[in-house]
């Protein structure tokens, strides 16, 4: 678990990012504080989420969320200078770690071609202890195995077919809420646009309540930013675990 040792400067030599999560909103409970930080300084940040996030709240009739969901996940997006956002159109709450979504990530890295690629924690656990969600855990796994797939050409051969040829530069995967995170990303300059691109999910931020912990942007970006700076000279920061692949 988490150790209080001190993170270490993200590397920063890299041109395209391709983000790969599961739901909306999950680029914005932290991530998207650093992402703001990356288009700022000139790179590249694409979105592909695995579902709309349809089975997120339990009030509303799921055809109606994922237009929501979506809508909201365009916005926060924008806000912090996001490029492009995809989605793989997988059910929401039961995805399933297999071939068919290893094939789909890889081809969306053979089609954005990026440097690095980031993700939520997929690890069994959160930082503090509380079991990860499957489809978190999915998706992650999926992704860190895609990125071999994306430059093995005799892996999924059927991209081939579409025009897909084999990427091999992705050089790490960057997870965000992960218990082993090494490094960090300043965001004392952006963390205001991480917190503006949280609010964009409103209807969701709403459905949890005013007495939710999760429920104020503010105070939880900030609590969480002010946590990992602690191990990042005092800054602002946001964390990842880096893996290379
Ligand atoms: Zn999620």
Redesign the pocket.
């Known amino acids: 678990m988490s150790t209080g040792e001190p993170l270490r400067p993200m590397p920063d030599d890299w041109q395209g990012a391709l983000a790969v ?3 909306p ?2 680029m914005e409970f932290g991530a998207a504080c650093a992402v703001a930080a990356w288009t700022a300084a000139g790179h590249t940040v694409d979105y592909v989420i695995v579902t709309r ?1 349809e089975a ?1 709240m339990d009030t509303v009739d799921p055809r109606e969320a994922a237009d929501t969901r979506e809508r909201e996940q365009m916005a926060a997006a924008a806000i912090v200078g996001a490029r492009q956002v995809d989605y793989l159109d997988y059910r929401d709450g039961v995805i399933e770690y297999g071939l068919p979504l290893r094939r789909d990530i890889a081809a969306a890295i053979r089609r954005h071609r990026p440097d690095i690629l980031v993700t ?1 924690n997929f690890h069994e656990r959160w930082r503090g202890g509380d079991w990860n ?1 499957a ?2 855990r999915h998706v992650g796994r999926a992704l860190l195995d895609a990125a071999g797939d994306a430059g093995n050409r005799w892996v999924f051969p059927e991209l081939l077919d579409r025009g897909l040829e084999p990427w091999k530069g992705v050089r790490y995967v960057a997870v965000a809420g992960s218990p082993f995170a090494g490094h960090a990303v300043d965001v004392s300059a952006t963390l205001d646009k991480g917190v503006t691109a949280l609010e964009a999910h409103r209807s969701y931020l709403e459905y949890l309540g005013p007495d939710h912990p999760m429920a104020d942007a503010r105070a939880q970006l900030e609590t969480k930013m002010r946590m990992f700076g602690e191990r990042f000279g005092g800054t602002p920061a946001m964390a990842f675990e880096l893996i290379g692949v």
Do not use: E, F, I, T
Request: charged share 25%.
């Open positions: 999560v599961a739901h909103d999950d996030g997120g939520l969600s489809d978190h």
